[in-house]
């Protein structure tokens, strides 16, 4: 049996979310099945009862997906509470280009994808530079503080 999946954020600001983590992914957002104008109207479509519609939720995307089709779509679910604890997982983002490139090739690579990131909205956290075993990445976090590397 072929099993698919998708991630799931708990998230307080969707469109936010959907802004930064397309530019930081290489996605796009998720655009509304054929025929219906946003989700919303789409999951109105499918009899999805409208107590369990929030005010708001699928007027604006609140997925991404990549368009090459590989990898998996993210949803970013909105959620009342804030985020209160540290990550049990997170993202690498793999800009530096892997252990075959001359790790001064990996900083500039990893600091140009810092730059940019911060610039959409991150925060950078710290520089994890371990010389001895041609390391090099920084820790951050996306506008709602979740944990994420850039390697």
Do not use: S
């Given at each position: 049996?072929e099993?698919t999946w998708?991630?799931?954020?708990d998230?307080s600001?969707?469109?936010r979310?959907?802004a930064?983590w397309?530019?930081?992914?290489?996605?796009v957002?998720?655009?509304?099945?054929?025929?219906?104008?946003t989700?919303?109207?789409?999951?109105?479509?499918?009899?999805?009862?409208?107590e369990e519609l929030?005010?708001g939720?699928g007027?604006?995307?609140?997925s991404i997906?990549d368009?090459?089709g590989n990898?998996?779509?993210?949803w970013?679910q909105k959620?009342?509470?804030?985020?209160?604890?540290?990550?049990?997982?997170?993202f690498?983002?793999?800009a530096?280009?892997?252990?075959?490139v001359?790790?001064?090739?990996?900083?500039?690579?990893?600091?140009?994808a810092?730059?940019?990131l911060?610039?959409?909205?991150?925060?950078?956290?710290?520089i994890?530079d371990?010389?001895?075993?041609?390391?090099?990445?920084a820790?951050?976090r996306d506008?709602?503080g979740n944990?994420?590397?850039?390697v």
């Open positions: 049996m099993t998708h991630l799931t954020i998230c600001d969707p469109r979310m959907v930064f397309a530019g930081a992914l290489g996605y957002p998720e655009p509304a099945p054929d025929g219906h104008a989700w919303r109207a789409y999951w109105k479509a499918m009899g999805v009862p409208p929030p005010p939720a007027d604006i995307p609140e997906v368009p090459a990898g998996p779509r993210v970013f959620v009342p509470e804030p985020k209160t604890a540290k990550n049990r997982w997170h690498d983002l793999q530096g280009g892997g252990r075959d001359p790790l001064d090739v990996r900083k500039q690579r990893v600091g140009a810092v730059d940019r911060v610039e959409a909205g991150a925060t950078l956290l710290r994890k371990e010389p001895a075993m041609a390391f090099y990445a820790a951050m506008p709602e944990e994420f590397d850039v």
